[in-house]
């Protein structure tokens, strides 16, 4: 079992940065190629950003590309998402999730989700 921990949700102003953290342990967490979503208050989760299954690219949602950046330390076994220039809208709960079969792009491809961390940028 793959257990996937974030941290870095806090509040924000507009125009600001935070930097999320997720790191993933267990006996089966080499291989897991990994990512973000959030779910926004009464909203339905939907997709971030990822690494594809070998870690060399990189995809995101085109609400956030240009402003976000998923990145990882191999030494720390962490990913992270560097959340720059954040909107009201992107208040949501941000959560890291990872897959050993694929890239984890949408819900139904997603083996492995971590509880989330809150987002909150006021305007």
Do not use: H
């Not at 079992?1 to 790191?23: K, T």
């Not at 342990?25 to 990994?34: C, D, E, K, Y």
Request: net charge positive; glycine share 12%; charged share 20%.
């Amino acid at each position: 079992q793959v257990e996937l921990v974030e941290s870095g949700g806090g509040f924000v102003q507009a125009g600001g940065s935070l930097r999320l953290s997720c790191a993933p342990s267990g006996r089966t967490a080499i291989n897991v190629a990994m990512g973000w979503f959030r779910q926004g208050p009464g909203k339905e989760r939907e997709f971030v950003a990822a690494f594809s299954r070998t870690g060399y690219v990189t995809f995101y949602a085109d609400s956030v590309k240009g402003r976000f950046a998923i990145s990882r330390d191999n030494d720390k076994n962490t990913v992270y998402l560097q959340m720059n220039s954040v909107k009201p809208e992107d208040t949501a709960v941000y959560y890291c999730a990872g897959t050993q079969s694929g890239t984890p792009r949408s819900t139904r491809e997603v083996e492995y989700w971590g509880k989330g961390t809150l987002v909150t940028v006021s305007s």
